[in-house]
């Protein structure tokens, strides 16, 4: 079975603050996807990034940027310089590919909460 | 490039009433999923499709839900005897086979 785990219920921060939201993931699959979503106040789930299990490169686009690190099944997410827009709440999630179904359900964390006060 | 989008945004109904919702996917999807999302918690699997075949089906969907995808486009999500524990945001996504996906605005669901 798969897990994701989101440590960080909520998190405040001030405009232009960096923030990091933590994601740990457990699979016994050793091919596997993992992403974030965006959930902001109008309620559709926006896809942000994908990072298969073979590519462990940190990926920044834009204010953004992701850190996957294998050895502590961790893909972190990190804002640079934060607006008062990024206020949503973000999902890290998991799909494995089991049984040859090339990758069909997600599995969420809770999400964390962030509030970025101007 | 249309969305994917949901019908009704809101369903409010009394207990033991039947429900059912529509989802249409990004017409070239072959791909289209139902999750349930309830306040404070992250979105949970109930079933997926790819084309008109159902793949999987989670242990969340009770006998009393039931989905369909009779031509491999738009889904129907029918929930039976709806009870108090249905009251939750219904989310529908689609994608290609391997690709990500996309969500639609989901329908609340209230129960009375």
């Known amino acids: 079975a798969q897990k994701v785990t989101q440590a960080q219920t909520e998190i405040s921060v001030v405009e232009k603050e960096d923030v990091t939201l933590d994601c740990v993931y457990e699979?016994?699959?050793?091919?596997?996807?993992l992403f974030w979503y965006k959930q902001p106040p109008s309620g559709e789930l926006v896809f942000l990034i994908r990072?298969?299990?073979?590519?462990?490169q940190n990926e920044i686009s834009g204010r953004y940027s992701w850190n996957f690190q294998k050895s502590t099944s961790s893909f972190n997410f990190t804002i640079t310089a934060s607006q008062v827009v990024d206020s949503a709440v973000y999902f890290c999630?998991?799909?494995?590919?089991?049984?040859?179904?090339?990758?069909?359900?997600?599995?969420f964390g809770q999400g964390t909460i962030l509030t970025v006060h101007p | 490039d249309t969305g994917v989008s949901q019908d009704p945004r809101h369903k409010i109904t009394k207990r033991g009433q039947n429900v059912t919702f529509r989802c249409d996917p990004i017409?070239?999807?072959?791909?289209l999923y139902w999750y349930r999302q309830t306040l404070g918690q992250g979105p949970e699997f109930l079933t997926y499709?790819?084309?008109?075949?159902?793949?999987?089906k989670s242990r969340l969907l009770s006998d009393r839900f039931s989905a369909e995808r009779p031509k491999g486009s738009f889904s129907t999500l029918e929930i039976q005897r709806t009870e108090q524990g249905d009251s939750a945001m219904y989310l529908c996504?689609?994608?290609?086979?391997?690709?990500?996906?996309?969500f639609g605005d989901g329908t609340r669901l209230s129960i009375l």
């Open positions: 996504a689609s994608s290609l086979k391997g690709q990500p996906q996309h």
């Open positions: 699979t016994r699959d050793t091919t596997y996807y």
């Open positions: 990072r298969n299990s073979f590519d462990e």
């Open positions: 999630a998991l799909s494995v590919n089991a049984g040859g179904t090339s990758y069909g359900k997600l599995t």
């Open positions: 017409s070239e999807h072959n791909r």
């Open positions: 499709f790819q084309n008109e075949a159902q793949l999987e």
